[in-house]
Every structure is written in C-alpha cells, then in structure tokens.
C-alpha cells in the first residue's frame, strides 16, 4: 500500500481531533492496517490500548503493533508517531505523513527477521491540551502501557513529510534527527548507517528543539531516543496543512532510511555513556548545508562554527529565519 493512501485515508476533513467522529474513524482504519500488516498486538487481544483521558474526559486509544523477534525476552525498538490532529483539519504533515511512514517502515521491516521485538506504535493525544501531560499517548504507553521489558530504543517521527522551510533548493530534502546525546552508541550507529545521498541529515541535542513530541516520554525514562522532524514550516496547525503539499519523494527516503536506523538500533548496544557529539554536528550542518552554510552564518552575525555556543546561535538563528 502506498504512501498517499494511507495519508488520505487519515486526512479527513473533519479533522482527527481527540474524541471526535474522524478521530474514531481513523483509528479504525489504522487497527485494519496493523492487522493487514501481519503485525500481532502488543497486549491483550487488539491493537488499541485504551486509557480514560480524564483532562479531556474521553476515552484515549494508543494504537500498538509488534513484528515478533527471534527473542522476545528482549526489550524491543519503538517505532512511532502519533496519529491525532491539533485541529477539526486534514493535518497532513502534522501528524499523517509519519503515521504513514511508519506503516510503511513495518511493511519492509516484517520480511526480514531480527531478535528483538519491532513495536509499532501510533500515539494518541500528542496534541494540545494534552501535550507533555500526564494523558499524552506516549507518557500513558510508557507509565502504565508497557509490557514489563523496558524498551531498548525509540525512533519517533514527527512533522517529516515537508520541504525544509529555508528557502534554498538544495536544503528541501534536508531531515533533522535529535537525541544523538541519549546514548554514547549513537553518533557512531548514524555515522555507518548508509543513508539516500538525497537525504541530507543534521544531528542536533534536544537541547536545540526541546520535546517536541512523543519522543519526550522515552527521553524522561532514560531511554535511547531519536526524533526524526523536518521541523516547523508555513502550515504547521494550519487548515492549509493539506496532502497536496507534501513532499512525497522525501517521504519515501526517509522511510528508507527509517527502515535501516530500526534495524542499527536492533542491532546495537546502547548502553554506552554519552560523548561529546560538538565536532560531529559541525561536520554534518557543513556537509548538509553547503556553500549556503557561509551566507547564512554571515546573516546571523557568526564567523564560523567553532563550539557549543556557536552551535547554539545558529540553531536560534535558524528559528528565528522560520526554520
């Protein structure tokens, strides 16, 4: 099944606002498609693990799938996105595109086989009111939802099917992955992991972007994390954030490379202590950036990028750009 099909199908017009009718609609059509994907529920007899949402006094439903491992002892990866809407809208980029990216990463991630658990995992209440509460999806999967086995790793998309918002071709395709300080593993596992050469990736701490999103449960239990993001844009909780903006070739390399970072994080101990990642992030902002990197540091009043602090002016700079 393809990407855009998914997408629409979460793209109602009426939007996927917690509680609403599009909100159930959807997710019976994301239970349908973690059926059709062969995967098998994470606890109890469904994929749909409810919760009562007592800030907005409805009932809340993570949507959560397994591709079994050849040890199901061990504590398994996450994949994940949320699948709620901010707005009565279609939000497609917000948060339909990595829902969709997500199915897609299971229906390459279940051919092959690996020992640990692939859980995939679609949040519900992401969105304001509910955001970093105590009801967020993600804050309930982890506090009361969990099987017992801790999670060895999560990899959150969030806002991944858009053009990056700097207005300069050779950046659109550019991904953004945060969290290469929540274990000493990481730098050197997306430093091997072979990306699409159309895929230009920045690394940056959550420091730079903060919790953003459902990444922020995993990151508060001390668990591995990645957000994967191409951050905000012009429609960010807009009516506009519409499916015929997305990017869809981006979309498709980005599932690429999802699939192949799952994999890596299977396969890696992460139970090493943090290293500092400054020259790392140096390199890959010159490498992704370019000859554009010299005109935007003069913008923004720097030199060069040298350190920390530098590092955290551009990060701000870019922000205040509309990055």
């Known amino acids: 099944m393809t990407l855009r099909v998914d997408v629409d199908a979460l793209c109602l017009p009426e939007g996927r606002t917690v ?13 349908r498609r973690l059926a059709g994907l062969g995967l098998v529920p994470y606890r109890g007899p469904g994929f749909a693990i409810g919760y009562r949402n007592e800030r907005g006094r409805t009932e809340s439903h ?29 939000c497609a980029d917000d948060n339909a595109a990595a829902v969709a990216v997500a199915l897609s990463a299971a229906a390459t991630l279940r051919t092959a086989a690996r020992a640990r658990d692939v859980v995939i995992a679609l949040f519900d209440a992401e969105e304001p009111p509910y955001f ?19 999670f060895h790793a999560a990899l959150i998309m969030d806002l991944v099917g858009h053009d990056f918002a700097l207005p300069l071709a ?17 730098p050197g596992l997306i430093e091997r992991c072979p990306r699409p050469g159309a895929l230009p990736l920045v690394v940056v701490p959550n420091s730079v972007v903060g919790d953003m999103s459902d990444h922020h449960a995993f990151r508060m239990r001390r668990v591995p994390f990645l957000l994967l993001s191409c951050g905000r844009w012009e429609h960010y909780h807009r009516e506009s954030d519409t499916p015929d903006k997305l990017a869809w070739a981006k979309m498709e390399l980005i599932r690429d490379y999802v699939v192949t970072l799952t994999t890596a994080l299977a ?17 890959y902002l010159e490498s992704a950036f370019g000859p554009s990197l010299p005109a935007i540091l003069r913008r923004l009043g720097l030199s060069a ?9 551009l990060a701000f700079g870019l922000q205040s750009l509309g990055v």
Do not use: K, W
């Open 19 to 31: 509680g609403s009718t599009g909100h159930a609609r959807v997710r019976a059509y994301l239970e």
């Open 305 to 313: 990028l040298r350190d920390r602090t530098d590092l955290t002016r």
């Open 170 to 186: 050779a950046l659109a395709n550019l991904l953004v992955a945060v969290g290469i300080e929540s274990s000493g593993a990481l």
């Open 62 to 90: 993570n949507l959560v799938g397994v591709i079994p491992g050849t040890d199901r002892a061990l504590s398994p990866i996450v994949l994940g996105a949320h699948y709620d809407s901010i707005i009565p809208a279609p």
């Open 132 to 150: 970093l509460g105590e009801d967020m999806g993600s804050v309930r999967f982890c506090a009361e939802q969990q099987d017992g086995r801790g």
């Open 267 to 283: 396969e890696t101990d992460l139970s090493v202590p943090a290293v500092d990642t400054t020259a790392m992030e140096i390199r």
